[in-house]
């Protein structure tokens, strides 16, 4: 098995994805989001490419079924619910479908959506993930997409991958492993958690927001174990 890492969305758009295993990450926020939204009692996240589209989708589902959430450009939509980890589980999430939007997390999401699996992750579930994965997986590469911004480059992102490519190696030697992918473990390896997403340019714009423990957050590995698959166009908990 190859890990390989994609430094940012776009470059899925060069990727033939049949018979592989995608694994997305947005650190701050959407795939933590996601994940702390799945294991606070939501029953399914239904990941869209913008407002108007997620808007679309909540005017199809019954009344009180939902939640919906996002931002674009890091502000918070109108009439959206806040999309950051902390916010979203002290929504009403029991029982109910999530509806989100982000700039970045969900439109990867949609541009996996190729792949023979896809599944989003971030520290806050890499091991759960990667275990999943190498139970279950018969693919000869898993990419490892960093989200970005907007076609540019996240630190935070990365890091996410050092943490799983970390996971990959422990769990299973031998595994080849690209550049990249050996670059996102060595920055991994030699890096704090909570350092390295605060000094990156997100963590430090949450930071002048506010929103310093949402980045704590963000920042905690392994304390879920939930496994968000994507299913017809839905992410649903893997591992339940």
Known sequence: MKIHVLVKK??????????????????????????????????????????????????????????????????????FAHPTPMALIREPLGGRTLVYSTTNGTVAIHKAAGATRVYAAALCNGAAVVEHVLDRTESETVLLVCSGSVDSFNLEDFYGAGHLVSHFTRRQPGLELSDTALAALILHDGSEALDCLSRS????????????????????????????????????????
């Open 10 to 79: 776009e470059e899925l758009d060069g990727q033939r994805l049949p018979g592989k295993v995608v694994v997305v990450l947005d650190v701050l926020f959407a795939t933590t989001s996601i994940a702390a939204a799945l294991s606070h009692g939501a029953t399914e996240v239904i990941p869209t490419l913008d407002g108007e589209a997620a808007r679309g989708v909540a005017a199809g589902l019954p009344a009180g079924s939902f939640v919906l959430a996002g931002e674009y450009g890091a502000e918070t939509l109108p009439g």
């Open 201 to 240: 340019r997100v963590g430090r714009m949450m930071r002048d927001r506010g929103l310093t423990q949402e980045v704590e957050w963000a920042a905690r590995k392994d304390h879920l174990a939930v496994v968000p698959e994507l299913r017809g166009g839905r992410l649903v908990n893997a591992a339940a």
